[in-house]
């Protein structure tokens, strides 16, 4: 599907395609789903053009925030996720940018009701669970497909009880940073080029002059001595080095120390 020179996904481009599909609703087209936050180049499609076209056809909106969904506890990034706020659902996974221990994905729904209308399970066998229970009673085994689950929210609970949610805002936005400074890095130096700018916390770049066997040699070898887990990835069919700066105690003299052995 087009994108626009930004890397994103517009509502433009996803009704262009949908058109000339010729799907409607009943042919079974019955949602979207926007990134906020791709895997590979950390891009927030255009959430508030999606949001539209789903709107205009009544289709179901989801963003996947899996990863970059933690930025909305940046205020540096807000902007980049305007229209989320007319999800019908959202994903965003704590144990990857939220610190949690893996693993904990959170499944926001606007309507809970609907969620638990297609999951629900009946079975003579869970009866006695909903006896007495009102029509509002929340029991998780309502929301997804499983039944049986562990409580994995409970340690980002623990975690938020403890820190505060002012701490989870400071860790985000100090990734932020330093993603910002080593794409500033990375442009002051000679053998290294940005493939984009960053929009949330991974950088993508490409070591002039090298192809995919150099960047494999040099990330099995920088992973053998400990420095950094830095693999290659592509981008349009390019090889190139990717840095996802999840951790707010990654400095830019780590990034810098990277860099050097690139040289
Ligand atoms: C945007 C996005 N969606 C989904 C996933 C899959 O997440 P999980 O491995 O927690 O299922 C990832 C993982 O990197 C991701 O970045």
């Not at 895997?39 to 925030?65: C, K, P, Q, Y």
């Not at 606007?110 to 009866?127: C, F, M, N, S």
Request: contains cysteine.
């Amino acid at each position: 599907m087009a994108v626009d020179e930004r890397g994103r996904l517009t509502g433009d481009a996803l009704r262009a395609t949908v058109d000339a599909l010729s799907l409607d609703r009943v042919d079974g087209l019955f949602a979207v789903v926007a990134t906020a936050g791709t895997t590979n180049a950390g891009i927030v499609d255009d959430l508030e053009g999606v949001a539209a076209m789903a709107d205009e056809r009544s289709l179901w909106f989801h963003v996947d925030g899996a990863y970059g969904g933690a930025a909305l506890a940046a205020s540096s990034a807000r902007s980049l996720f305007a229209g989320i706020e007319r999800a019908d659902s959202l994903v965003i996974d704590p144990h990857k940018w939220l610190f949690t221990p893996f693993d904990c994905a959170a499944l926001l729904y606007r309507r809970p009701e609907l969620a638990k209308a297609a999951h629900t399970q009946e079975a003579a066998y869970l009866d006695v669970l909903r006896d007495g229970a009102g029509p509002d009673e929340w029991n998780p085994s309502d929301y997804a497909y499983h039944l049986s689950r562990r409580a994995r929210g409970l340690p980002l609970w623990f975690s938020l009880a403890t820190h505060g949610t002012d701490a989870y805002c400071q860790a985000v936005e100090a990734s932020l940073q330093v993603t910002r400074a080593g794409a500033e890095l990375i442009e002051g130096l000679d053998h290294v080029e940005l493939v984009m700018e960053p929009m949330l916390s991974v950088l993508l770049f490409r070591r002039l002059g090298w192809e995919a066997p150099d960047y494999k040699r040099w990330s099995d070898a920088a992973l053998a001595s400990g420095l950094t887990l830095t693999v290659p990835t592509s981008w349009e069919g390019e090889t190139v080095l990717r840095f996802c700066i999840v951790n707010p105690r990654t400095t830019v003299d780590d990034l810098a120390e990277i860099l050097t052995t690139l040289a």
